[in-house]
C-alpha cells in the first residue's frame, strides 16, 4: 500500500502558495501602473487646459490668435462624423454577421471570409486612410468632406463590429432559435424577432468600441487631407471639415511655436474626453435597457 508523503505534499503546496502570491504581486503592480500613469496625464491635460475651457473657447471658430481660437466647428465636425460612422458600421457590420452566422454556409470559403476579417481589425489605421483616399476621395470624387471622411472611419472600425455581432449571435441560446422554428416561424422571422433581441448587448457593446476608436483616430483623416484651418462650420456630410483630434494634433505641432497652443491642445482633449463620455454613456443606458428586457 502507497502511503501520502506530506512532506513531499507540504513542499509543493508551498511552492504554489509561492507561485501564486508572486502571480497576484506582479498583477497588482501592472494595473497599479496602468492607474498612476493614466492619473498623471488626466492631472497634466486638465491642469494645462481646463483654464482655457469657456463659453467663447466652446462656440468660437478656429483663429490664429490663441487667444480667440474657439472649436465649435470642430466638435460639430466631430459630431457629424460619427452621424455618418454609426449607421454604416451598424448597418453593414450587423448584416454582415447575420449572413456570416445565419445564412452561408460552412466551409473554405466561409474560413476564408472570416479569417480576413478578423485580420482587417489588426491593419494599420493609416492603410485605411490611403484606401479611403483612393475610392471615396479621388475615384469617386467626393473630397475631403464628411461622407469621405465618414465612409473610411467605417471601413476601419467595421470588423470590430462584426466580431463582436458574431460573438453575440452565436452567444444566443440554440434553443430559443428552435422553439421559433418549431412554432412555424421562417428563418428572418427568427432572426428578426429572437436573435437580434437578445444578441442586441453584445452588438452594442462591439458598437462603443468602435466608435471610441473612431472618434479619436488621425492618421486616416490625415492622409485623406482634412485640414485644420479657418474654414466655415459644416452644415451638412457634403461639407468640409474638421475633427477634434485632428485640432489636437494641428495645435500640439504648432506648440513649438506659440507656446499658448499647448494649453489650447489640453483644453480640447478634456472636450474630446468629455464628448466621449457622454457618447458612451448613453450607448450603455441603451444596452443595459434591451439587457435588462431580453
Not at 199 to 208: C, D, K, Q, R, V
Request: proline share 4%.
Amino acid at each position: 500500500m502507497k502511503y501520502v508523503d506530506t512532506a513531499l505534499v507540504q513542499k509543493k503546496m508551498n511552492g504554489r502558495l509561492l507561485l501564486n502570491t508572486f502571480a497576484k504581486t506582479v498583477f497588482l503592480l501592472s494595473t497599479l501602473f496602468g492607474l498612476v500613469v493614466l492619473a498623471v496625464l488626466i492631472y497634466r491635460v486638465v491642469s494645462d487646459g481646463i483654464g482655457w475651457i469657456n463659453l467663447d473657447f466652446l462656440t468660437g471658430k478656429l483663429s490664429t490668435n490663441a487667444d480667440r481660437a474657439g472649436i465649435m466647428g470642430a466638435i460639430l465636425g466631430t459630431l457629424w462624423l460619427m452621424a455618418v460612422v454609426a449607421p454604416v458600421t451598424m448597418f453593414l457590420g450587423v448584416g454582415t454577421a447575420i449572413y456570416l452566422e445565419c445564412y452561408a454556409k460552412k466551409g473554405r470559403i466561409h474560413s476564408i471570409i472570416q479569417t480576413n476579417i478578423s485580420n482587417l481589425a489588426g491593419v494599420p489605421s493609416i492603410v485605411f486612410g490611403i484606401l479611403g483616399l483612393t475610392i471615396f476621395v479621388r475615384a469617386m470624387d467626393f473630397g475631403n468632406v464628411i461622407l469621405a471622411g465618414g465612409l473610411t472611419m467605417s471601413l476601419l472600425v467595421l470588423p470590430i463590429v462584426v466580431v463582436a455581432s458574431q460573438e453575440a449571435i452565436r452567444a444566443v441560446p440554440a434553443h430559443l432559435s428552435e422553439a421559433s422554428f418549431g412554432m412555424g416561424a421562417t428563418k428572418w422571422q427568427t432572426i428578426k424577432n429572437i436573435i437580434l433581441p437578445a444578441a442586441l448587448p453584445g452588438i452594442l457593446t462591439g458598437a462603443i468600441l468602435s466608435l471610441s476608436r473612431a472618434i479619436g483616430e488621425t492618421a486616416p483623416l490625415v492622409v485623406i487631407g482634412i485640414p485644420a484651418l479657418l474654414i466655415p462650420f459644416p452644415g451638412g456630410i457634403m461639407d468640409r471639415f474638421t475633427i477634434l483630434p485632428m485640432q489636437i494634433y494641428y495645435w500640439t505641432l504648432d506648440s513649438s511655436l506659440v507656446a499658448e497652443y499647448a494649453n489650447l491642445a489640453a483644453a480640447t482633449i478634456v472636450v474630446l474626453l468629455v464628448v466621449l463620455f457622454l457618447l458612451n454613456s448613453i450607448a450603455i443606458v441603451i444596452r443595459n435597457k434591451f439587457q435588462q428586457r431580453y
